[in-house]
């Protein structure tokens, strides 16, 4: 059964930081693009960062550039979406995805095949 399940999720103030985890199982990582998506209230869901399937192309939103990292550690079947300079416009539920057709990273939510649950994230003093 495959299964992605976020993690890391919570209360931040502004300027802080949060590490989100993605955990796969029933399928090997490996041959997956993986993305990361946040949809806040009364917001289409949007696309954060990807990352390819070997973890050496990323794709990141305009809006999380050289605040936001994602890695991947394909043998601890583990994608991480490092968070920094956290702002109130960050408030979302993120949720990782699968891409099982895919190569590079990919930002079109249409494109991924397995969907986490999803992980509240909430920027606020």
């Known amino acids: 059964q495959v299964q992605l399940v976020e993690s890391g999720g919570g209360l931040v103030q502004p300027g802080g930081s949060l590490r989100l985890s993605c955990a796969a199982s029933g399928f090997i990582l490996d041959y997956y693009v993986i993305g990361w998506f946040r949809q806040a209230p009364g917001k289409e869901r949007e696309v954060v960062a990807s990352i390819s399937y070997s973890g050496s192309d990323t794709y990141y939103a305009d809006s999380v550039k050289g605040r936001f990292t994602i890695s991947r550690d394909n043998a601890r079947q583990t994608v991480t979406l490092q968070m920094n300079r956290l702002e109130p416009e960050d408030t979302a539920v993120y949720y990782c995805?699968?891409?099982?057709?895919?190569?590079?990273?990919?930002?079109?939510?249409?494109?991924?095949?397995?969907w986490g649950q999803g992980t509240q994230v909430t920027v606020s003093s």
């Open positions: 995805a699968a891409d099982i057709n895919g190569i590079g990273p990919k930002s079109k939510d249409s494109l991924y095949d397995y």
